[in-house]
């Protein structure tokens, strides 16, 4: 996949986004979160031609959208079986041929879901995904909006992988003071796992990074001026706004847990705000406007 921006050394090579460039702010841009793709969900694992096709979907929208956005966010959940299941390597070579017509122009960027390395993920399970999509944590600069991608599944159960999940977080430290020091005109956050979908101190569930790691997280986040953190796994909507920080969590792009229908998020990014709107595919604008 020419587009397919596979991180290496926790960044994003130069000749996808030049990053000296990048790091400065010249205008508005926006680009596309879709989470959840998760290629054979609907049958659990069966057949996931349906996701196939809704993948499809949102590609020939995408590649519709004048100006074209700078990237397209993955959020995890690429496919539905992790490494240890025979049909896993199988719904990875699909995902990429999925997107395969994805306009070149436009980098396509993942991130790992706990489907895509499993729930307790093991150091197996890590390489063959970074073998995959590259690594598994990276920063990028775009537009001059600093963005960083995190492994949530080592915050949710890293329990396999404390080493690997201690280097994250002091990765996830120094950049952060990094963006700060090179006055990024915001911070964007990417991970699977919502931190909170109602609340920060909300009780566990499934759907939400436990409270003995969310708190401390989201302490950081907040502590370095992080300003929107872009999620899935929920595949429902849910936003909610806390102690200025925007949490966004997207719905899937392929099956739906609540009201919503398949889409994906259209993120609009300006020198005061960061703004998004989830669109079914069939009210996904062609004209991408900034008031």
């Known amino acids: 996949m020419?587009?397919?921006?596979k991180a290496c050394n926790h960044t994003i090579d130069?000749?996808?986004?030049?990053?000296?460039?990048?790091a400065k702010w010249s205008q508005p841009f926006y680009f596309i979160f879709g989470a959840d793709p998760q290629l054979g969900i609907v049958t659990q694992d069966v057949t996931w031609q349906d996701e196939i096709q809704y993948v499809q979907r949102a590609v020939d929208e995408?590649?519709?959208?004048?100006?074209?956005?700078?990237?397209?966010?993955?959020?995890?959940?690429?496919?539905?079986?992790?490494?240890?299941?025979?049909?896993?390597?199988?719904?990875?070579?699909?995902?990429?041929?999925a997107f395969a017509q994805l306009n070149h122009q436009i980098p396509l960027m993942c991130l790992p879901g706990n489907h895509d390395i499993g729930d307790t993920p093991t150091p197996d399970d890590i390489a063959t995904y970074r073998q995959d999509f590259g690594d598994d944590w990276y920063s990028f600069w775009c537009g001059g909006v600093y963005f960083i991608v995190l492994?949530?599944?080592?915050?949710?159960d890293g329990s396999n992988l404390q080493d690997i999940k201690k280097e994250q977080h002091q990765w996830l430290e120094d950049h952060?003071?990094?963006?700060?020091?090179?006055?990024?005109?915001?911070?964007?956050?990417?991970?699977?796992?919502p931190l909170c979908l109602q609340g920060i101190d909300e009780e566990d569930t499934y759907f939400i990074i436990p409270k003995k790691e969310r708190l401390p997280l989201f302490s950081a986040l907040?502590?370095?001026?992080?300003?929107?953190?872009?999620?899935?796994?929920?595949?429902?909507?849910?936003?909610?706004?806390?102690?200025?920080?925007?949490?966004t969590t997207a719905s899937s792009m392929s099956f739906q847990l609540g009201n919503e229908k398949n889409g994906i998020t259209v993120v609009k990014v300006d020198d005061k705000a960061i703004t998004s709107k989830y669109y079914q595919y069939d009210d996904l604008p062609t004209k991408i406007t900034f008031d």
């Not at 020419?2 to 921006?5: D, F, G, I, K």
């Not at 130069?14 to 990048?22: K, R």
């Not at 590649?63 to 199988?90: A, E």
């Not at 492994?151 to 949710?156: G, I, K, P």
Request: net charge positive; hydrophobic share 35%.
């Open 2 to 5: 020419a587009n397919l921006a």
């Open 14 to 22: 130069n000749s996808i986004l030049d990053q000296q460039q990048e």
């Open 62 to 97: 995408v590649n519709k959208m004048q100006p074209p956005p700078r990237f397209f966010m993955v959020g995890g959940d690429l496919v539905n079986s992790p490494p240890s299941k025979p049909t896993h390597r199988q719904q990875v070579e699909d995902f990429k041929k």
């Open 151 to 156: 492994n949530s599944q080592y915050y949710y």
């Open 176 to 193: 952060l003071v990094e963006a700060q020091l090179a006055h990024a005109k915001h911070i964007v956050l990417f991970q699977h796992i």
């Open 222 to 247: 907040k502590y370095h001026g992080v300003v929107s953190v872009f999620t899935g796994h929920r595949h429902a909507n849910a936003d909610v706004k806390v102690d200025g920080i925007q949490l």
